[in-house]
């Protein structure tokens, strides 16, 4: 049988196994429930199986029938603290849901590592199954680097792939990709605005501190568009302000946040820089006193060219071509398989997922309380991890140069 054949036998226990993790959803590093039914789901397969310390990830290992390369495919398992209203019958009823779909990601991980284990006469090498916690803000892929899960078969890994899904913007099915960029890094700014406060009628007495932070808001934006070359943008939005108590009263501070993207080292450097000279210029015009506190998120999830083509050439030979779209963009989200691609040439991917009855171009986007994913890609998703490590080990052994 083919893979996707054997991946579509599979398919009814991906989907029990994928509303169970959905009704279950947990946040953050610690993700004791999800650990246990992806261990439940593992039972019973020829892995070496390894728990994290400081998190509840599983890193799990398949050795083929022969040595050789080693090539590591994660898929991340935490969910958000949204309240779920999709109205499906295996909704979430707590504060949270898999509203970015990670729920599919482990249970499709999960899948491929059922799918290699009944095909490891076939493979030649290792590869890593790296079940990941932490993905939303957390660094969980961070935490697992430093626990070691690159030296998990005993030898680096040659390639690391990652799938991810979207309930919108890509038809049911499709699979897409880009060479270099796909997704932005991830800054944040802390800015407190100092000044004096006083009485709103006597201004002159005071150093207000809501014209110097306002001002600052928009230098901000204006630095975006002066500085930043347009094939290498930036963005910077002020999400968050606050200061003062009511109309007749000069606040002490003001206080806001904003979230930094961009796409290339330089560009992450350069907005950096140019907001704290901006934040501390403004200040300085208007005799108030900043305090910024920047710190560096993930940084930009970038593609190794031929991986992607790799990638490309997999979805063709699994799927058909007609499954396949390069994008034409970076996404401005961010993801912590940055880190993983930071050290191992390797290739994200985004899987559309969008409900059968939706229209891609206006059904609810990831994180929304009404982001649904239809359960028909779990077994192609499998399908593509397993057929990717296959592959990928048949050509390093092939091509040792390459
Ligand atoms: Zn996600």
């Known amino acids: 049988m083919s893979l996707c054949e054997d991946a579509r036998t599979l398919q009814g226990d991906l989907v029990d196994l994928r509303h169970r993790l959905h009704r279950e959803p947990e946040i953050g590093l610690d993700l004791p429930r999800t650990q246990e039914t992806v261990l439940r789901a593992l039972a019973g397969l020829p892995l070496e199986v390894t728990l994290g310390r400081s998190l509840s990830s599983v ?40 509203a970015c779909g990670h729920d599919l990601h482990t249970t499709m991980l999960a899948g491929s590592a059922r799918l290699l284990a009944a095909h490891t006469d076939r493979l030649a090498g ?76 006597m201004p002159h007495l005071a150093r207000d501190p809501i014209p110097a932070a306002c001002e600052m808001v928009l230098a901000l934006q204006t630095l975006v568009t002066r500085c930043f070359d347009v094939n290498d943008p930036v963005v910077v939005t002020v999400g968050s302000m606050h200061g003062g108590t009511q109309h007749n009263i000069i606040p002490e501070e003001v206080r806001f946040e904003a979230t930094v993207r961009s796409f290339s080292p330089s560009a992450c450097a350069r907005a950096r820089d140019g907001i704290v000279r901006v934040v501390r210029g403004v200040a300085d015009a208007h005799g108030v006193e900043a305090g910024i506190d920047y710190q560096d998120g993930y940084p930009a999830t970038v593609n190794n060219a031929a991986e992607a083509e790799f990638v490309a050439d997999t979805v063709a030979e699994l799927h058909g071509e007609e499954r396949f779209t390069w994008a ?72 040792p140069t390459r």
Do not use: K, W
């Open 328 to 399: 034409a963009h970076p996404q401005p989200g961010a993801e912590d398989f940055s880190r993983v691609l930071d050290e191992i040439p390797g290739s994200f991917v985004a899987l559309g997922a969008t409900p059968s009855d939706a229209d891609p171009d206006s059904a609810a986007y990831n994180h929304s309380p009404l982001a649904a994913f239809d359960d028909a890609v779990l077994c192609d998703g499998a399908a593509l991890y397993a057929h990717l490590a296959l592959r990928r080990l048949t050509v390093e052994q092939s091509l």
């Open 126 to 201: 290792n590869v890593v199954f790296m079940f990941q916690p932490g993905e939303e803000g957390q660094d969980g892929a961070g935490h697992m680097l430093r626990e070691g899960v690159l030296e998990a078969a005993g030898q680096r890994p040659v390639a690391a792939y990652a799938l991810h899904v979207t309930s919108s913007g890509l038809p049911q099915g499709m699979f897409t990709t880009r060479r270099g960029p796909i997704l932005a890094a991830s800054d944040t700014a802390y800015v407190t605005v100092r000044g004096a406060g006083g009485h709103g009628s």
């Open 59 to 98: 890193t799990a290992v398949l050795r083929g029938y022969a040595p050789g390369p080693t090539v590591l495919l994660r898929g991340d398992m935490d969910a958000l603290p949204v309240t779920e209203r999709t109205g499906l019958p295996y909704a979430a009823a707590a504060d949270r849901m898999h």
